[in-house]
């Protein structure tokens, strides 16, 4: 049974004796000795009648001594009792991750790519005595740390991956890497702070494997490549991964993404959808074409894309529930014709869509279908809609998000763990957390005093993170998968 549990069945025991005594006083007396000795208890008759050593304590007063007992025992369930010794641990493991990150900074890969990445990760595993798997979704890698007592698989993901994006910052290790990424030369930056994520769970498999023999459970600590996506089309990343089995012994799983945008030393968390799923939309009106001088001979897909383009937009104001969640749509390029006296055949739009939540996605595009072929149709063209599904939304089960987040409030303090807004970015995090429980959380990574507003966001070439923050990553990563072991 696990302590804590056995700790309430303690209590509760004992407040139902004394209960007993108020009922009939007469029978029951109460064996206590005395306060100096700091033991509340110590004998338990078998005839069930107590002797109350000092006698100056009534119940009413042990009662009243009891109720701190309960809050202490309020406070700490979901505690593990490996929480010191993982505070001392992250405080020394600090430096190796800071330098770890650096390291990865230098060497950005973009996605698919992270073979020299990939390499200093599986060294760190083995060299932690911990089974390692390189290979797994073409780069990615999986390292098993195996606790001392029985208990369930926890999960942890870092993504690996860094984007084509030339680094402007101003930090001694600045990123000078360049390739060619759709035909065009470009610098290669860790500008989404993955090099950060991979750090922190390096650190987080160090401080746990100090201690793998007091572990109740083991771990997976589960190094994804690809996360910001590839454009081949093929299946890669978290999706790959989840295709290829990584889930399958996985009981419940936890990652975590630096923010940009929050204070390093505090955490944000959302319970429910938090970031969205991310589509593409491909919108083809065919009309026929005619002289611009007679349109009346034809039918013009150029009018019809404009109402199409406009009546996308009611779909947010009319159809979706905006006190919930909110949605995107957005046309981000229109494709037709070739001289101002020519109407058309063909027009083409591509467009991103976001939502959070699975119903609301199916909302929203059964109504993006039927508003733009049926604005087509009444103009004669006709139109076809193709929505290519990208990440779903990365949605924290509530139940699960209240289960833990008092291991967040443990970690960064009560007064550092913001609820946050929904954010309308994507994360592939959500193809793991369709398969067992998942909490993703936000790491602050922004200077202290720093206006988000002004602070380079993520992706750009001013993107800097601050370091401090990352050891408050280690601390609640390993008190989240401490916890979660306690608990089960
Ligand atoms: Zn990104
Ligand atoms: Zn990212």
């Keep these: 049974m696990n302590t804590q549990i056995l700790r309430f069945w303690v209590f509760f ?18 064996d206590f000795p005395t306060l100096e000795n700091n033991k509340i208890f110590r004998k338990v008759n078998k005839d069930s009648t107590f002797n109350c050593i000092d006698h100056s304590l009534k119940p009413r007063k042990l009662k009243k001594l009891l109720i701190p007992f309960l809050f202490l025992s309020i406070a700490s369930f979901g505690q593990s009792k490996l929480r010191p010794k993982i505070d001392q641990s992250s405080d020394q493991v600090e430096s190796k991750v800071i330098e770890w990150r650096r390291d990865f900074h230098q060497n950005p890969e973009l996605s698919n790519q992270e073979f020299r990445t990939a390499k200093v990760i599986a060294e760190h595993l083995r060299s932690l005595g ?20 029985p208990g369930p698989m926890v999960g942890l993901r870092a993504d690996m991956d860094a984007l084509p994006v030339t680094e402007r910052a101003d930090v001694p290790f600045k990123s000078t890497v360049t390739t060619t990424f759709n035909g065009q030369e470009t610098g290669v930056m860790h500008a989404c702070g993955h090099d950060s994520h991979m750090a922190i769970m390096m650190g987080v498999a160090e401080v ?40 399958e012994d996985v009981d419940a799983i936890f990652g975590l993404h630096i923010w940009a945008q929050i204070e390093a030393g505090k955490i944000g968390y959302r319970s429910g959808p938090f970031l969205a799923a991310v589509d593409n939309l491909k919108i083809t009106v065919n009309g026929t074409q005619s002289h611009g001088a007679t349109p009346w001979y034809g039918v013009d897909p150029i009018v019809s894309s404009s109402q199409i383009v406009m009546g996308l937009q009611t779909i947010l104001s009319r159809n979706v529930n905006i006190t919930e969640n909110p949605a995107i749509v957005t046309i981000g390029a229109i494709h037709g014709g070739i ?62 998000t209240s289960q833990m987040l008092p291991s967040l409030k443990g970690a960064a303090g009560e007064e550092n763990v913001i609820a946050m ?19 993703f959380i936000m790491l602050g990574g922004m200077k202290i005093g720093g206006d988000p507003l002004t602070t380079a966001s993520h992706h750009t070439p001013d993107f800097y993170l601050e370091e401090s923050g990352f050891k408050l990553g280690v601390r609640a990563l390993s008190y989240l998968v401490v916890d979660y072991m306690g608990m089960q």
């Excluded at 004992?14 to 029951?28: A, E, F, G, T, Y």
């Excluded at 591509?350 to 199916?362: L, S, V």
């Excluded at 929904?422 to 998942?438: A, C, H, L, N, V």
């Design 130 to 149: 911990m089974e390692v798997t390189e290979g797994v979704a073409k780069t990615g890698v999986v390292g098993i740390l195996k606790g001392g007592k």
């Design 13 to 30: 025991m004992l407040m139902d004796m004394i209960s007993l005594k108020q009922v009939s006083p007469n029978r029951i007396t109460v």
């Design 421 to 439: 807004d929904p954010i309308t970015g994507s994360e592939d995090f959500s193809y793991f957390q369709r398969e067992k429980p998942g909490f």
């Design 208 to 247: 746990l494997a100090g201690m793998k023999d007091q572990l109740e459970g083991s771990i997976k600590f589960i190094f994804q490549p690809a996360e910001e996506g590839v454009y081949d089309g093929s299946i890669a990343g978290a999706e790959l991964m989840v295709k290829e089995g990584v889930m």
């Design 339 to 400: 001289r101002s006296n020519i109407i058309p055949e063909e027009v083409n739009m591509i467009g991103t869509i976001r939502t959070f939540g699975d119903e609301q996605q199916a909302l929203v595009h059964k109504r993006i279908t039927e508003i733009v072929t049926n604005i087509a149709e009444s103009s004669g063209a006709s139109a076809k809609v193709e929505i290519g599904k990208l990440y779903p939304s990365t949605v924290n089960p509530p139940a699960f």
